[in-house]
């Protein structure tokens, strides 16, 4: 089976299932977003994907980013492109530069890094917090405790609109009790939108009111060794 086939196939079957589960919550489907998680992919699986009609991609590194996207994006007006990975102050110039929403803002060095970028470049991505919801050592993101006071640091002192939150809940952990979570600091605090789920627990997190979920392999296919 080719690519092109394949993937276009499983993007119809993870928008079938999303409609679904979206039904069964009460839900509008056009209130969710598929995100393919376009990282380690190849050339021909990204044209692949822009063939089927796929127009949001994430991307974990800005500078892999800026390898699939940059030449496409000329052919491509309505791309949409989410940096869903860590993101170090350093790199805050080039990902304002390329990416419509960043997603994994988690820290003041960072904030300032972008607000600086922001305003030289007169480019405004959407942001989301990141928030550490198994509070594991090794994984970026807000504590939920601190969330409330973060967020208010990000409005008033940088001036920033927070539209969303996103979380990648522990992988010994039911996903659900994360995703539950993440949905009730969003409605504490002000925020709209909810980046959670991926390929094994996308249709748990549309019950629980994601409004995008990032899917790789389910999308793609196992990435190529």
Known sequence: ???TFAISANRQALLDTIAAAAGAAGRDPGDITLVAVSKRQSEERLDAALAAGQ???GENRVQEAQAHWSARRAGHPDLELRLIGPLQSNKAEDAVA????????????LAGALRKAMDAQGR???LYVQVNTG????KAGVAPAELPDFLARMRQ???FEIEGLMCIPPVEEPAGLHFALLGKLARENGVARLSMGMSGDFETAVA???TSVR???????????
């Open 1 to 3: 089976m080719s690519d």
């Open 55 to 57: 127009r949001v991609f």
């Open 98 to 109: 390329l990416f419509d929403v960043i997603e994994t803002l988690d820290r003041d060095k």
């Open 124 to 126: 405004t991505p959407r």
């Open 135 to 138: 509070e594991e050592d090794q």
């Open 157 to 159: 002192v940088y001036g």
């Open 208 to 210: 629980l009111g994601a």
């Open 215 to 225: 899917v790789g392999t389910a999308f793609f296919g196992d990435r190529d060794t």
